[in-house]
């Protein structure tokens, strides 16, 4: 059977959701889902080859607020703005991964820098309060009649639906070529010996950059569109350590090794987080949290390959998964 | 032209200093003994400025009484932290170790959030400002200053005077000897992880004289005290004690000609320049 | 000779996950004795001195220090029943200091009460270890590297001196100066324990031995018996 059947089902299902007359709730959790699958995607296409990155909140914080203040400002459409910004985190992650790689920067260190970089921008955009309105954050500005394609924004939420959609699947699709390019071979073999690699003929830095400024420029892109669907943003939301973080745990939750994980990983959490959120109401501030803090110690502590590894492994019991290392989420050192 | 403004600004760069070097070194201590970041030191920091605030303000405890309990408080944390979330996941890949406490940031922030809500906390003292010259300096600062440099000599007569103190720096050389020095490493990593806690609250109770407390403070102080850590070299106790002094002075000097975040920003935008030129750290040997 | 042997291994077999490095191995070593344990590299000498110090566990039999069965004891207690261990490429810690290396071996309480006095006594051993005490360890050359090892073993207060290949990656003209360490040590009344595949010279130097060899023992008997033995002279010897 042509392994793309499934695929194909599954994405024709899933377009035709919102012809089922879902509630706005439940198509608002849908694109959600999307969005952040999407970004938690492009985490994941550098984060699987042991390049864990604690800063990517530096490239959605520039995806949502350069668009934003570029049609906020000028009234430049996001069609333009979205590029701009793609290019300036690509330019950003150069300037960090370059020194990195070169250096041999890895593990600890690594996670660190990144997580600086995510710094940076998060009080770059609080700096810049006069443009940015600081830390309570900036509304994108709408169009009179709430839709219009050139600036991208879309009053009826099953367009938008469909727009995620594309994005989401994009994303998917960039992973799968990822993971069978020759770039996988390379940078796996460079994160299990970087050396033995590079004595191969494998140029570990550029292979490295390259992974990096794609996952960097997507993370951009997912950044902008969560700004033209929630059409309000603000530092903490977009940038930082906390959105950084809840990046690189919701893909871990879900999975790192395998193409649907890091979806997996948003749905997982949105699910958890409005569950709490259900349950306990906002009188109990910080309990959701609690839980959720709880709940991501206790999966990296026994559930280290996330919801969909640990599937997998259940299902190919014996086999080695090609490609995963063993136990855990990167090789070690 | 003197700018006696610009000096006030080096003075308290050198007083943040202080309390910077005293938060690295104890983030230090943990990764060099047990190679291990903990993402959530600054969370422990702020634990224990509630502590103090709750003793303090709640049960009228007299300050002394409060900092020292909650000195203990935290480094009987720091012990649990070891035990029941580092233990797990020690021969695990070092990512994981990092990010088991990243999962305990927010268990942390949020069970703050849970126990005292979002409200910002002092302790509503009024401390003097110390007039010298035409400059001012909070005592506050000053009295952080003092004992920061204090604690910071503590610990280092600690570790190379005493027999602990020895096997703690040993066991980071060489793990696998240590029971034919009559060593037992799980117990070395144990007082290593109370002092490491320890080392945060008695930062805690330096800062809660001086900020007020709330469950996300520890986002604005704990990346910084990674930068320093990173930038002294990771585990080298003495790099990151001068890298403090460094960041201080960018961000009180950055600070003092543009606004306090883009103190912030020129600090972290030089960490990431120097990635380039020293990548093992400014300090490396 | 007293009745009970100092040291008994008993029936030991261990290994490293599915490899298995030593088959039912037994020996003694009684008080006052130099014993030396030899054979080819990968016979699994040190894995025999690893289980003598718990520093791995056996899969089967037990190790008897002084009447006690050392399988109950932690690893960090043995050294609390006089065994001192000087590992395989002296693993000293390379950044303390001479003293803060020997200073370690004291660690355990009973030790640290005698700190002084048998630190006098091994820089009186060590004259050169007395002029280098404020020097991190891992600057010295080999020799007195190995100098150092044995020192840090002594401030415990050890009846029983284990020895891992101590003249292993040393020039030739310091491997001399290493055994006549070991016959100095003996002089000073320890019970010695070596394990060595330099035979030649270990055998100057020891009263008995064992041969291992892929983890069984082969042969024993006094240094002057295997020295005459027709296959150690053939397979060990060269001769």
Not at chain 1, 269 to 281: C, I, M, N, P
Not at chain 1, 293 to 312: H, N, Q
Not at chain 2, 78 to 102: M, S
Not at chain 2, 214 to 223: D, E, M, R, T
């Amino acid at each position: 059977m042509d392994k793309r059947i499934p695929a194909v089902i599954g994405i024709a299902a899933l377009a035709a959701v919102p012809q089922l007359g879902l509630g706005n709730y439940h198509l608002h959790l849908l694109i959600t889902v999307l969005i952040w699958g999407f970004v938690y995607t492009s985490w994941s296409v550098m984060g699987r080859f042991g390049m864990v990155s604690l800063g990517h909140g530096a490239f959605l914080g520039v995806g949502a607020y350069v668009v934003t203040m570029l049609w906020n400002s000028y009234g430049l459409t996001p069609w333009l703005g979205i590029p701009a910004a793609v290019a300036m985190s690509m330019v950003m992650a150069l300037l960090v991964g370059y020194p990195c790689f070169r250096f041999r920067i890895v593990g600890h260190y690594f996670a660190l820098v990144t997580l600086a970089l995510g710094e940076v921008v998060r009080l770059t955009i609080v700096g810049l309060r006069d443009q940015t309105g600081g830390s309570l954050g900036m509304t994108v500005t709408a169009v009179p009649d709430g839709t219009s394609l050139l600036a991208l924004q879309f009053g009826e939420r099953t367009v938008f639906f469909y727009v995620a959609l594309l994005v989401w699947l994009f994303g998917l699709w960039v992973w799968r070529v990822v993971d069978r390019s020759m770039l996988r071979y390379a940078l796996e073999a460079s994160s299990e010996d970087e050396d033995a690699a590079a004595s191969v003929g494998v140029n570990v830095t550029r292979a490295k950059l390259a992974i990096t400024m794609l996952s960097a420029a997507m993370t951009t892109l997912g950044g902008a569109l969560y700004a033209q669907y929630q059409m309000y943003i603000n530092p903490e939301t977009v940038s930082g350590i906390g959105i950084s973080l809840q990046i690189v745990f919701a893909v871990i939750a879900g999975g790192l090794f395998t193409q649907l994980g890091p979806t997996v990983g948003a749905m997982f959490t949105l699910l958890l987080a409005e569950t709490l959120r259900v349950s306990f109401g906002h009188d109990i501030h910080g309990l959701d949290g609690t839980v959720y803090g709880l709940l991501l110690v206790l999966f990296i502590i026994y559930m280290p390959k996330g919801i969909t590894g640990s599937l997998a492994a259940l299902l190919t019991r014996g086999r080695a998964e090609p490609g995963a290392p063993a136990a855990g989420l990167a090789p070690s050192r | 032209m003197f700018d006696t403004f610009l000096l006030e600004s080096v003075i308290n760069g050198i007083l943040l200093g202080g309390v910077l070097a005293l938060l690295a070194l104890g983030l230090n201590l943990i990764f060099g003994v047990i190679d291990v970041v903990w993402i959530c030191y600054a969370e422990l920091v702020m634990i224990g400025m509630y502590a103090i605030w709750w003793l303090h303000v709640y049960y009228g405890v007299p300050l002394p009484g409060a900092i020292v309990s909650a000195v203990m408080v935290v480094a009987l944390m720091g012990v649990l932290l070891h035990r029941l979330v580092i233990e797990p996941v020690l021969g695990k890949p070092p990512i994981n170790q990092l990010l088991v406490t990243g999962g305990v940031l927010f268990f942390l922030q949020a069970a703050a959030t849970l126990a005292f809500g979002i409200e910002f906390r002092n302790l509503g003292l009024r401390m003097p400002v110390v007039e010298f010259g035409d400059m001012f300096f909070s005592f506050a600062r000053l009295l952080a200053f003092g004992t920061a440099l204090a604690g910071v000599l503590l610990l280092w007569l600690f570790l190379t005077r005493s027999y602990l103190g020895t096997a703690i720096r040993a066991i980071s050389q060489d793990r696998e000897i240590m029971p034919l020095m009559g060593v037992d490493p799980r117990r070395i990593y144990l007082i290593t992880s109370a002092i490491g806690g320890g080392m945060a609250g008695v930062a805690a109770s330096l800062l809660v004289l001086q900020y007020d407390v709330h469950p996300a403070i520890g986002l604005s102080f704990g990346p910084i005290t990674f930068m320093i850590c990173v930038m002294g070299g990771l585990g080298n106790m003495l790099g990151g004690f001068l890298a403090a002094f460094v960041f201080a002075q960018f961000i009180s000097v950055g600070g003092y000609f543009f606004q306090i975040e883009w103190g912030y920003v020129i600090a972290f935008a030089f960490f990431i320049a120097m990635m380039f030129i020293r990548p093992k750290g400014l300090f490396s040997r | 000779m007293s009745a009970a042997p100092m040291l008994e291994v008993r029936g030991v077999s261990a290994g490293y996950g599915t490899f298995r490095a030593l088959f039912d191995v037994s020996l003694e070593v009684r008080a006052g004795e130099a014993v030396a344990v030899i054979g080819p590299n990968g016979a699994g000498k040190t894995t025999l001195l690893r289980v003598i110090s718990k520093i791995i566990a056996p899969t089967a039999g037990d190790v008897v220090m002084e009447g006690t069965p050392l399988g109950p004891v932690p690893a960090h207690r043995v050294v609390e029943l006089g065994i001192a261990h000087v590992p395989e490429h002296r693993r000293l810690f390379p950044r303390l200091t001479v003293e803060e290396n020997l200073r370690m071996g004291a660690f355990h309480p009973a030790a640290r009460a005698k700190f002084r006095e048998r630190l006098d006594f091994v820089y009186e051993l060590f004259p050169r270890m007395k002029e280098r005490r404020n020097q991190a360890a891992g600057t010295m050359s080999g020799g007195e590297q190995q100098m150092c090892a044995i020192g840090r073993a002594l401030m415990s207060g050890p009846k029983l001196l284990l020895m891992d290949e101590p003249s292993a990656g040393l020039a030739p003209v310091i491997v001399q100066q290493v055994f006549n360490l070991v016959k100095r040590i003996r002089a000073e009344g320890y019970t010695v324990l070596i394990v060595e595949q330099n035979i030649q010279q270990v055998l100057q130097v020891v009263d008995r031995a064992y041969l291992l060899e892929v983890g069984t023992i082969k042969q024993s008997g006094s240094s002057a018996e295997l020295l005459a033995s027709p296959e150690i002279r053939r397979a060990y010897l060269g001769l």
